[in-house]
């Protein structure tokens, strides 16, 4: 890492595979997942706008999900290909400050979109006579409005701080993409302050949506427990446990990896833990919310009945 001194003004990305027929091999997969989580992301989002039954606020919001789960594996990994590709591991400071506001404005919006998901079920289940009331189309359009704001906000705070911050060492980030806590390493000043900001501002936007999805779902899987109907208790269990399977998987990793004390972190665990949350996670969130919901598997039939008439 000492023969990426200061020459430039750009960034090395040290990358996450090593450049060898292995790395080759980990490189196809990796562009087989995104693949996949292209396609699938984009079928939800075109299902949820041509098929007037996912015409409901929790759908608005699933389309939402999948929009920054697009954006989300868009940010990282084209980006790793061409470097793998092209040998170059070098990233200009606007490239490095762009494609660090966009993880972390799709990071932030993500958790808080997962706060309104589970309010919604929360209402649906314990209050279905004030549904229509209190997640009307405005208030979701509200709710997902506010997700992207306080999202890019917080994002455009630490990416400006830290491309503000002097870089007096090794510009070789240890990482597959600019993720601020992996920069912070670089900086000659002392960090210390924006570590617990940091620490502050991940507590605000998973560990407190976190907690209040906890208790929403607590209170939910209450009032399923008490359903006198067999077919909605069966039908509202299957709804919310594969939202908390997302929400869990999502979560735990980024709890897990913003709220270590630095004296804790590794680089080789932190870029392991990434592509749980950067690529695998926007891959399995389709197949999670399609397997699992009654209504999104009759709209792929229903859709692609209506493009296979066409064709004939």
């Not at 450049?19 to 989580?37: D, E, K, R």
């Amino acid at each position: 890492m000492d023969k990426w001194n200061q020459t430039s003004h750009n960034f090395i990305l040290l990358g996450l595979i090593p450049p060898n027929h292995t790395g080759l091999l980990l490189l196809l997969l990796i562009m087989f997942v995104f693949c996949l989580a292209f396609m699938g992301n984009s079928a939800m989002i075109h299902l949820i706008r041509v098929d007037v039954r996912l015409d409901m606020p929790m759908y608005l919001v699933l389309s939402q999900l999948s929009l920054m789960d697009l954006m989300y594996i868009s940010t990282t990994v084209p980006n790793m290909v061409v470097n793998f590709l092209s040998g170059q591991k070098s990233i200009s400071l606007p490239g490095c400050g762009v494609q660090s506001f966009c993880f972390l404005t799709m990071a932030c919006s993500e958790g808080l979109l997962l706060a309104s998901m589970a309010y919604d079920r929360f209402v649906a289940i314990c209050h279905p006579l004030h549904y229509t009331i209190r997640m009307s189309k405005s208030v979701c359009a509200k709710m997902i409005a506010g997700s992207w704001t306080l999202g890019s906000i917080n994002s455009l705070a630490h990416t400006i701080y830290a491309l503000h911050l002097p870089y007096c060492r090794s510009r070789a980030i240890n990482h597959f993409f600019c993720d601020v806590p992996a920069m912070l390493p670089l900086a000659c000043v002392d960090t210390w302050v924006y570590e617990y900001m940091v620490f502050v501002s991940t507590s605000l936007f998973l560990l407190l949506p976190f907690l209040g999805i906890t208790a929403s779902y607590g209170r939910v899987l209450f009032s399923v427990f008490h359903m006198r109907s067999k077919e909605g208790r069966k039908k509202a269990f299957t709804t919310c446990s594969t939202h908390l399977t997302v929400v869990t998987f999502y979560y735990a990793l980024f709890v897990y990896t913003y709220l270590r004390p630095r004296i804790l972190r590794s680089p080789a665990e932190d870029k392991i833990l990434a592509v749980f949350y950067t690529i695998l996670t926007p891959m399995l969130n389709p197949i999670i919310y399609s397997l699992r919901n009654k209504e999104v598997l009759g709209a792929l039939e229903r859709v692609f009945g209506i493009l296979s008439s066409k064709k004939k």
